[in-house]
């Protein structure tokens, strides 16, 4: 498949993840601000490389995958990473929304703005039947953020032995399309 060139929200670049972006990945992933809801904590720096290769072997097989996201006037500036990627949550496989963002960028709508693009994505030009967010219970932030995107709950995920199963959210094409008709109407 084509690769999906990068994209521009009205803040941001997303672009495919490179290994030059290890650092910044290894910036983001390895904090312990940004792990406070992650049960494995903070990831090593091999950890985050294995990651970074994982995303660009996805982008490569499948045309896209997720972003460095960055700002539009500062494109060597990473803010964070997230968007889609097929993934599987235990038995089951789907479209995952992700999203990890530096900490000064929280709070400021980033996450949101990639996500919509990410959402626009997925429905409109992949035509992909679901979306799929998984997040931990007590990390409230990121369930409202799901919510907001018009995920709703539908399912637990019993991934971490001796703890609370993570939340499952999903968005279906037709719930999404209905509020966001393809351009055309067709």
Not at 19 to 36: C, F, K, Q, W
Not at 106 to 115: D, F, H, P, R, V
Request: some cysteine.
């Amino acid at each position: 498949m084509r690769p999906v060139p990068p994209l521009y929200t009205p803040r941001l670049l997303l672009r495919m993840p490179t290994l030059a972006d290890l650092d910044a990945v290894h910036s983001i992933h390895g904090d312990p601000e940004t792990n406070r809801f992650n049960p494995n904590g903070a990831a090593s720096r091999d950890a985050c490389r294995d990651k970074v290769q994982g995303w660009i072997e996805h982008w490569r097989q499948q045309g896209f995958g997720y972003w460095a996201l960055c700002r539009r006037e500062r494109p060597e500036e990473i803010l964070g990473f997230g968007g889609i990627m097929d993934s599987r949550f235990g038995e089951r496989t789907g479209l995952n929304l992700y999203f990890r963002l530096a900490v000064p960028a929280w709070g400021q709508g980033y996450a949101n703005e990639m996500a919509t693009a990410a959402l626009e994505l997925a429905f409109h030009r992949l035509q992909r039947p679901a979306v799929i967010g998984l997040v931990r219970p007590d990390n409230l932030p990121s369930r409202r953020a799901l919510e907001r995107l018009g995920l709703s709950l539908y399912g637990e995920l019993e991934d971490f032995p001796d703890l609370a199963p993570s939340l499952l959210y999903r968005l279906d094409a037709e719930d999404y399309l209905a509020h966001h008709p393809r351009p055309g109407g067709a």
